[in-house]
């Protein structure tokens, strides 16, 4: 069992920078690849980033492409979501996720979540 909580979304100008972190439980935490997803009202679940359980490998949505930028630190059980060049569509409800089948960019491959922090990112 695996719990992750997110922490540091807010409220932050278009063009500005934020990070969230989601710390996770357990002695596993390294054995799992690590996503982050988020979800705006009235939008499906999308796919924002993930990086694979030793850092080697990391993916991300068309969308963030070259403004974001996910990494870990296995020894604090903590993945983390840079978010630069902030627009006002990347607001929505980020959530962090967990992997232990493969780094993924489908949901439907994650098997615990975090509860989730809002990002508002104002024009």
């Known amino acids: 069992q695996v719990q992750l909580v997110e922490s540091g979304g807010g409220l932050v100008q278009a063009g500005g920078s934020l990070s969230v972190s989601c710390a996770a439980s357990?002695?596993?935490?390294?054995?799992?690849?690590m996503g982050w997803f988020r979800q705006a009202p009235g939008k499906e679940r999308e796919f924002v980033a993930a990086?694979?359980?030793?850092?080697?490998?990391?993916y991300y949505g068309d969308s963030v492409k070259g403004r974001f930028t996910i990494a870990r630190d296995n020894a604090k059980n903590t993945v983390y979501l840079q978010m630069n060049s902030l627009k006002p569509e990347d607001t929505a409800v980020y959530y962090c996720a967990a992997a232990s089948r493969a780094t993924s960019s489908s949901p439907n491959l994650y098997d615990y979540w975090g509860q989730g922090i809002q990002v508002t990112v104002s024009s």
């Open positions: 357990g002695r596993t935490f390294s054995t799992y690849a």
């Open positions: 990086i694979s359980w030793g850092a080697a490998s990391t």
